[in-house]
Every structure is written in C-alpha cells, then in structure tokens.
C-alpha cells in the first residue's frame, strides 16, 4: 500500500486532541491542541507552543523526534560536532550512525585529553583514556563493548539497534559530562 498524504487531504488548522510531546526542535517538553490532520489516515501534524514549527505524528512514530542526551557545556568544537550528530542520529532513528559515531567520538576524546595520536588503533584509544583516569570505574568494559560493537556494524553486514545506541549515547554523555563540564568546574575551584 502506498502511503500518499497529499496536502489536498489535510484539514486547516484546527483544534486537535491535546498532544504531549518533546519537541524535536527546540527540545521543550510540550503540550499542543493546534494543528492539522489527515482526513484518510490517523496522521496529524502538531505546531509546538514554544517555537511554532510543526512535528508530524503517524501511528506510535514522531517527526522529527526528540533529541535525546543533555547538551554537555565546554566541549571543544570538533567533539561538541559529533556528539550533536549522534544526538541527531538517535532523534532520527539511525542507530548504526550514532553507535559508530560514538566509536569516533571516544577517538576524539582520547587526542584532546589524553595525550592519544590521530590514527592510533581503538585500543589504544582506550588505553589512553584509562591510564589517564579519564576512565571511571568499572566503564572500561562498556568502551570494550563499544569497541566490539562498532567493529560488528562496521565490518560485518548488520545495523544497528535503538536499544544499542541508546546504551552507547548514555555512555557517552556520561563521559562528557564527566570530563568537560564536571572538569571545567573542578578547574574553577582548584583556582579559588
């Protein structure tokens, strides 16, 4: 069946069944009764209250869905990159991306904070994180983990799951929270 929703089949706007949702532009937590729907499929189209742009909801599926993983505050601008594609990635139901974007990520990590050099093997990556204490306890084997499933979504024919990459996003968000924000504000302290 094709699914066609042309725009001759969208009611104007009007007052819908109250709708609460994060929305995937602004990330505000938010409740909206305005906005369109199809005549012939159970499809809606919401206007959030806060920025005005419109989220599209057909079945249990949301567009664009929310962004997921807090915004982490100091990170240089080449990470702060890659953890926003991920971020993205995930908001998008790409889960292969975001897992090996996780994967680069910790690569990334590794140069800027732990003395790495670019083209160093994933391990030792890792290495370097670990005898830099940039690695809390008991997390070397979730990077292993990393390690080992990126190697399968990069080397062997299979895709991503949400449920994987939203254990790596965690992960990582964890980490950067630990070594640019938390840091940061060590840094500050250490100097008062």
Not at 10 to 34: E, H, I, M, R
């Amino acid at each position: 069946m094709e699914f066609n929703i042309g725009w001759p089949d969208w009611q104007g706007l009007l007052q819908l069944n109250p709708q609460s949702y994060v929305c995937g532009f602004c990330g505000d937590k938010v409740g909206s009764d305005k906005g369109y729907f199809h005549k012939n499929f159970s499809a809606r189209i919401y206007i959030c209250t806060n920025c005005g742009r419109p989220t599209f909801f057909y079945s249990q599926m949301q567009y664009p869905g929310p962004m997921l993983g807090k915004t982490i505050l100091n990170l240089p601008i080449g990470i702060e990159r890659i953890y926003y594609e991920i971020r993205e990635s995930m908001k998008n139901d790409c889960y292969t991306a975001a897992i090996l974007l996780g994967r680069k990520l910790i690569m990334h990590i590794a140069v800027d904070v732990a003395q790495a050099k670019e083209g160093e093997s994933f391990k030792d990556y890792i290495k370097h994180l670990a005898s830099s204490n940039y690695i809390p306890p008991n997390a070397g084997r979730l990077l292993e983990y990393l390690k080992n499933i990126g190697n399968e979504k990069n080397h062997e024919i299979k895709i991503g799951e949400q449920e994987e990459a939203t254990g790596i996003l965690k992960f990582i968000e964890a980490l950067l929270y630990f070594i640019y924000e938390i840091g940061e504000k060590l840094d500050e302290i250490k100097e008062e």
